[in-house]
């Protein structure tokens, strides 16, 4: 299976520029997509295919990124982005996700 | 509106089989893929299996004995059954809806099952 490896865990003050890696174990073309999930919900879809934003998602995410790694960017962060993000990829099968990356607002 | 809504007993007791129902609304399983994922307390995400929207399936090979997805479009509805159940397979589950190449763009609020004699 394809392993999605992310840092654990970021602190940031909000204004500031954050960005989050995501780094896979064999390639995934640009099929990588990025999800927020804040503690007691469901994830939330944000980047799809590597660098499309989702619809409704701020032009303050943004992503990067081919082959085998990735970048998840928040510029500005804000207080309500505390969360974790995964990362997630649909080139090989099986669909794998990054274990994530707990995101904290200083 | 799209909305996905998971329901499920809560609790099983080990060795028993699990059945998940997901109902849809706001799309058609004719057009969309639904997909389970699952994550144990504290923990990240598991993709569990899913359903195309031409009806074919996929597993995750390391659970693929155990399971079973399948659909009924009159109702809107996918179900995932799990044999074989053990403590490690207590998780919140969501059912997910996914668009080739654009990931999982809905999510249901998801079903907490908890394994347990």
């Known amino acids: 299976d394809t392993v999605l490896t992310q840092s654990p865990a970021l602190a940031v003050s909000p204004g500031e520029r954050v960005s989050i890696s995501c780094r896979a174990s064999?390639?995934?073309?640009?099929?990588m997509h990025w999800y927020q999930q804040k503690p007691g919900q469901q994830p939330k879809l944000l980047i799809y295919k590597a660098s499309n934003l989702a619809s409704g998602v701020p032009a303050r995410f943004s992503g990067s990124g081919s082959g085998t790694d990735f970048t998840l960017t928040i510029d500005p962060v804000e207080a309500d982005d505390t969360a974790t993000y995964f990362c997630q990829q649909s080139w090989n099968d099986p669909f794998t996700f990054g274990s994530g990356t707990k995101l904290e607002i200083k | 509106q799209v909305q996905l809504k998971e329901s499920g007993p809560g609790l099983v007791q080990p060795s028993r089989t699990l059945s998940l129902t997901c109902t849809v609304s706001?799309?058609?399983?004719?057009?969309?893929?639904v997909s389970w994922v699952r994550q144990p307390p504290g923990k990240g995400l598991e993709w569990i299996a899913a359903?195309?929207?031409?009806?074919?399936?996929d597993y995750n090979s390391a659970l693929k004995s155990r399971l079973s997805i399948s659909r009924d479009t009159s109702k809107s509805q996918v179900l995932l059954k799990m044999n074989s159940l053990q403590t490690e397979d207590t998780a919140m589950y969501f059912c997910?809806?996914?668009?080739?190449?654009?990931?999982?763009?809905?999510w249901g609020q998801g079903v907490m099952v908890t394994v347990s004699s």
């Open positions: 997910a809806r996914w668009i080739r190449g654009r990931g999982f763009d809905y």
């Open positions: 706001g799309f058609s399983l004719t057009s969309y893929g």
């Open positions: 359903i195309w929207s031409g009806g074919s399936t």
């Open positions: 064999e390639g995934v073309n640009s099929y």
